[in-house]
């Protein structure tokens, strides 16, 4: 054997060693989490493909337990039509600040403090969405608000209220560069921030966060090892802990460099895609 065939024998080797590796941790996983936006839902026309619902059922079919892993809020899953799709086994919502049982009772919350939201609001002249046990604008949409609400096709739904006592679990800014000081240390003290798919500043309580939940709902479902597919900043920390993971083909390169494995977009079926490299379907 030539010193070049016995070079390709071995990176061959490798290579399909790592798959079937790989492969396995998938297959001895507990439970798949989910994102929505971006990894469940095409952001172009905010739907499920027929293969993606059709690959849910198939891991329920065989035994797996499935659940969500969102920024969204109850009423953003439902919203996205999401909620209907599969009997979920658990919902990671509101970025891990509310996770829910599989009949949507709480099992864990973390709300933002009511008087750190109304200063921050005093603070800026842009908008904030809040996410609670409802979802509202704080003020009149701006251009950046405007650009969430046509990409996330949330037109019919925003609702523009000043925040009174409402509890909130996640919080997007839309002029964040507005907050300076003191300020602006209390919130780096207080919250875990991360960017959405548009570059807005999402801000949760430092108690949480997806990877936070996911822990949590593995404690309450007695699992351990789990899959997690992702695109955003958000998932960043869930995918890193997770037994394996899978980034979406058009996710940002923060989430890829941090997955097992990269699969195709979205709007490529990238769930099914990466369900039968790995062997699961």
Sequence with gaps: ??????????????????IIDN????????????????????????????????SLNMLKDKGYKVALCTGRNYDGIVEA????????????????????????????????????????DDAIVGPLILEGAETFCTKKPNQRLEEAIKHFGLEDSIVIKPHTDEIVYNMICYSFEEITGDLLTEINEKC????????????????????YGTKVL?????????????????????????????????????????STYTTKNVSEDGIHHALLHFGIL
């Design 23 to 54: 492969g396995d941790k998938m297959k001895n996983t507990e439970i798949f989490y989910f994102d929505v936006d971006g990894t469940l839902l095409n952001n172009t026309d905010h739907t499920v493909s027929n293969n993606t619902v059709k």
């Design 1 to 18: 054997m030539t010193s070049f065939n016995i070079y390709y024998h071995r990176k061959n080797y490798t290579m399909n060693h790592a």
């Design 218 to 258: 593995n404690k309450h479902l007695n699992v351990e090892r789990f899959t997690g597919f992702g695109d955003g900043e958000n998932d960043v920390l869930f995918l890193k802990e997770a037994t394996h993971s899978v980034a979406m083909g058009n996710g940002v390169q923060n989430v890829k460099d941090v």
């Design 81 to 120: 039509n999401v909620l209907d799709l599969i009997e979920w086994d658990g919902f990671v919502l509101a970025n891990g600040s509310l996770v829910l049982d599989r009949n949507k009772k709480i099992i864990f919350e973390s709300q933002m403090e009511h008087d750190l939201i109304k200063r921050i």
């Design 192 to 211: 875990l921030l991360m960017k959405d798919q548009l570059g807005n500043m999402e801000m949760i309580p430092a108690n949480s966060g997806k990877h």
